[in-house]
């Protein structure tokens, strides 16, 4: 009900773009999850995560059928569901292999040590936080020009 409130309020654009947010932020405290901070972090980690994906679903369903074009929407939703599906089993192949090529991989900063997994991690949050600022951006880009067709309309 929060991310739906916060949807009709501000807009899809905002719900998702925050939600993504919460859950880049999850994924980049992964990297800093060690042994001997797991019992406590990992509690905040899936508080954090749970806001998130529980906007996320519902932000990015909303938003696809706000961008979509009236004529042909059933289409549009179709094809960006498509695409999603496809982008996501070639990142997470990307993600394989990078693992895989980067097997044992590890950094000592300080006392700290990462692995390959926590840079994926890290990699993984940066690249959701960016897609969190676009969206967040992209409204503005959208919504521009439609309220100049609007005004255009009217006169």
């Not at 369903?61 to 549009?76: C, H, R």
């Not at 990307?94 to 590890?106: D, E, N, P, R, V």
Request: aromatic residues 16%; glycine residues 10%; contains cysteine.
């Amino acid at each position: 009900p929060i991310w739906g409130r916060i949807a009709n309020r501000h807009s899809w654009f905002i719900a998702a773009g925050f939600s993504m947010l919460f859950i880049g932020a999850a994924t980049i405290l992964y990297f800093f999850l060690v042994k001997s901070n797991v019992f406590w972090l990992i509690w905040i980690i899936t508080f954090i995560s749970s806001i998130g994906w529980a906007g996320i679903g519902l932000g990015l369903f909303g938003l696809q059928f706000e961008v979509a074009p009236d004529q042909g929407k059933t289409m549009y939703v179709a094809c960006n569901n498509a695409m999603a599906g496809i982008l996501g089993f070639g990142a997470s192949f990307l993600g394989a292999a990078y693992i895989g090529i980067s097997k044992g991989f590890q950094v000592q900063l300080g006392s700290f040590i990462a692995s390959d997994m926590q840079f994926l991690f890290l990699l993984s949050g940066i690249l959701l936080i960016c897609c969190s600022i676009y969206i967040t951006k992209l409204e503005k880009k959208i919504k521009k020009p439609q309220a100049a067709q609007q005004s255009i309309a009217m006169n």
